[in-house]
């Protein structure tokens, strides 16, 4: 059987590209299922649950077994076990740190989710896009676009989106999109920690570690107003992981801008980064929405 899964940390993204494409495999004749490297998160259960989509099972290892990597190619953020996997295939929209030692499927494309890139197969198979799947598809869209504001967005996820929309019977994507997010905002009932690890990765530029933790909200006053107890909680994780710097975005879509969070060895770096001072550890940076296009280019091009 073919295993598909999204990156740990799962998002929206990451669990329905892999619902979606598993679906379109088996429509294409294929034994092959989805599954999930972590806990879901708010948004995602409110996802599934409105569509009526099964949870994935949870894989605990990938060793021996064939799979397909969606929302991610770095080993770093998938699966135990996968350097003993056999990888079918890759589809992605992140920047490619992948190397393999035999021939596979990649496909790549800087859209602005995984999920617009398994919604155009099913058009290029000539495949249905069931409204379950539909819905799924088109909410990982609204996520990882951020309702279409994140500078990742493509004309070409909009016009999916439309499609996928008329399908699944959403008449109104942003509300829709801002009941997801409302959802992914709840912090009031999470620990500091559980803030601070909501939607994070770990890079590392030029032998420097950094944790780049992202929170998106309605309303960023909830978090702000625990900005210390936040920020104590980043200097022990920082701490504890041998990390050079541990940042989190509290990203506003009302707003459209993150205020970044940091705790860092030297902020010099990050400062010259973005081009601002840090004050009391954070930044405001207007129109700043997508780690991966607006935070990791800069830090990487300054510390690598
Ligand atoms: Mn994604």
Not at 226 to 237: F, H, N, P, T
Request: hydrophobic residues 45%.
């Amino acid at each position: 059987m073919i295993h598909v899964f999204g990156h740990k940390v799962p998002d929206t993204d990451a669990v329905c590209s892999a619902i979606g494409y598993a679906h379109l495999l088996r429509e294409l004749g294929k034994d092959a299922k989805a599954f999930r490297l972590g806990e879901l998160n708010a948004e995602t259960k409110l996802v599934l649950e409105r569509f009526g989509v099964e949870t994935p099972e949870l894989l605990e290892n990938a060793a021996g077994k064939d799979v397909w990597l969606m929302d991610h190619n770095e080993f770093g953020q998938s699966a135990d076990g996968i350097e003993d996997a056999n990888i079918i295939g890759v589809i992605d929209h992140h920047k490619i740190k992948f190397s393999y030692d035999k021939p596979i499927t990649y496909i790549a494309l800087p859209w602005g989710s995984s999920s617009t890139i398994v919604a155009k197969l099913y058009e290029i198979y000539g495949v249905e896009i069931p409204k379950h799947i539909a819905g799924c598809l088109l909410s990982a869209i609204l996520s990882d676009t951020v309702i279409f504001k994140s500078p990742t967005t493509t004309e070409t996820d909009r016009e999916i989106a439309a499609k996928l929309a008329a399908i699944a019977g959403v008449d109104d994507m942003t509300a829709w999109g801002i009941e997801m997010f409302k959802a992914k905002s709840k912090i009031g009932e999470k620990s500091a920690r559980d803030i601070v690890l909501n939607d994070y990765k770990v890079y590392e530029f030029g032998g420097r570690k950094i944790l780049i933790n992202q929170v998106e909200v309605i309303d960023d006053s909830e978090v702000l107003a625990r900005k210390d107890e936040i920020i104590a909680e980043m200097q022990k994780i920082k701490e504890e992981q041998g990390l050079f710097a541990v940042l989190t975005m509290v990203t506003d879509i009302m707003k459209e801008g993150t205020t970044l969070l940091v705790v860092a060895d030297d902020v010099a770096p990050i400062e010259k980064a973005f081009g601002k001072e840090i004050k009391d550890n954070a930044v405001w940076l207007p129109g700043v929405m997508s780690r991966k296009k607006q935070i990791v280019p800069p830090l990487e091009q300054v510390m690598a």
